[in-house]
């Protein structure tokens, strides 16, 4: 499914290169493989705060993975230390509410660039942005209606499973699998011919767009 192999090493580079200028006009990001160092990884995190258009290579994206792991590992810390503290000590709860506000920041600071930039990544290895919505809502729907369906048949029952049904828990997995396998692939990887039917195209980027479209 890689389209680089038909339209030549050369050309391809050339093509990113010239996304790359004017993605640096135009604030998106679109960064080319095996270019991207821990600092550009971390600037482009900031700089596409709000940027849900553009793409993000595997580099990009895991070396900010690491610093958002890092930080959360520091967040744990810091909410385990206020626990105990509330539990050990008079003054504790101070510690603790003050943990739970530093959580709560950082969880809305970086939830929005979080996610743009894993739109960026599914697009840069060739999945579309409507096509990651579709996917998500389905999820989503997934993991919520058959619970509420159930509840809303036996009222009483107060023991439903958490995870709902079987069947849905596997196929939630698998879906998050999919999202996962997606952010290890390399650029291009999942784009398809033009000619392939319009269901595909509707969910992954074709060789002839150039990494343009979502």
Known sequence: MQWYASVGKGDWER?????AKRSTIMKEINEIPGQVSFR????????????????????????????????RLLVFGLFALGFVA???????????????????ILWLALFLPTLT????????????GRGFLIIW??????QTVPRMVAIAQNPSVTN???????WVTALGVAITLFFFVITI??????????SRNRLLRFFFRTHSMGGQAG
């Open 117 to 128: 930039l894993q739109i960026r990544r599914y697009r840069d290895a060739g999945l579309r």
């Open 160 to 166: 439903y499973p958490f995870f709902g049904p079987a």
């Open 185 to 194: 692939l390399p650029t291009n990887m999942l784009t398809i011919r033009p």
């Open 40 to 71: 550009q990884a971390f600037k482009d995190y900031w700089r596409g705060y709000a940027e849900f258009k553009g793409r993000s290579t595997r580099a990009g994206y895991w070396w900010m993975q690491l610093v958002l792991l890092i930080l």
């Open 15 to 19: 093509q990113l290169h010239d996304q």
């Open 137 to 142: 809502i389905f999820n989503l729907l997934l």
């Open 86 to 104: 509330l539990l050990s000590s008079k003054h504790g709860d101070a510690l603790f509410i003050a943990s739970i506000v530093v959580t709560l």
